[in-house]
T-cell receptor, first 114, second 110 residues
Framework: EAQVTQNPRYLITVTGKKLTVTCSQNMNHEYMSWYRQDPGLGLRQIYYSMNVEVTDKGDVPEGYKVSRKEKRNFPLILESPSPNQTSLYFC?????????????FGSGTRLTVV | GEDVEQSLFLSVREGDSSVINCTYTDSSSTYLYWYKQEPGAGLQLLTYIFSNMDMKQDQRLTVLLNKKDKHLSLRIADTQTGDSAIYFCAVEYNFNKFYFGSGTKLNVKP
């Protein structure tokens, strides 16, 4: 089944403890992106990637890192999480061809930083 | 950054048409999208339109784009209770930068 898989689905952590949220897609998509969703704010783009080793900042990149060492994986790294990073995180991927331009989203990771 | 605005709520009766509106501020968009989010789920792509188009129809969905007024709308014909969800519009720039509206919660009454 074609999908974007995020892990974990739920995570509670403490301030300052490094964590990684994994994202993997099995559709051979070149484009991948991370978002956070907060009540009343919709989704805000954190980072995106156009291909292996090609990444760029979205609207809210502060406090996050990403890497794209292989096409299928696009992990989101929080080196020193803070409570204001408590949010619902989504990973998405796309092939961006004329017939298939939209993004497929993962099911989300709910992160709580205490 | 870019501002993308949507009204928060819309309530319709089953069988009626729903129209969800979205406005944005930067006219240099490339593609514009509508996504649907059901409780506890990720976003599901409904449809998208290229910025040089005025209209796109896909079964019960009709997207209208007024570039001059920077206004995008999604019309759902014959709305069903299963259409109850949050609908997000998203505007893409430079083929990779996205800005989302805060979502419109559609409530369909039987």
């Amino acid at each position: 089944e074609a999908q974007v898989t995020q892990n974990p689905r739920y995570l509670i952590t403490v301030t300052g403890k490094k964590l990684t949220v994994t994202c993997s897609q099995n559709m051979n998509h070149e484009y991948m992106s991370w978002y956070r969703q907060d009540p009343g704010l919709g989704l805000r783009q954190i980072y995106y990637s156009m291909n292996v080793e090609v990444t760029d900042k979205g609207d809210v990149p502060e406090g996050y890192k990403v890497s794209r060492k292989e096409k299928r994986n696009f992990p989101l790294i929080l080196e020193s999480p803070s409570p204001n990073q408590t949010s619902l995180y989504f990973c998405a991927s796309s092939l961006k061809t004329a017939a298939n331009y939209g993004y497929t989203f993962g099911s989300g990771t709910r992160l709580t930083v205490v | 950054g870019e501002d993308v605005e949507q009204s928060l709520f819309l309530s319709v009766r089953e069988g009626d048409s729903s129209v969800i509106n979205c406005t944005y501020t930067d006219s240099s968009s490339t593609y514009l999208y509508w996504y649907k989010q059901e409780p506890g789920a990720g976003l599901q792509l409904l449809t998208y339109i290229f910025s040089n188009m005025d209209m796109k129809q896909d079964q019960r969905l009709t997207v209208l784009l007024n570039k001059k007024d920077k206004h995008l709308s999604l019309r759902i014909a014959d709305t069903q209770t299963g259409d109850s969800a949050i609908y997000f519009c998203a505007v893409e720039y430079n083929f990779n930068k996205f800005y989302f509206g805060s979502g419109t919660k559609l409530n369909v009454k039987p």
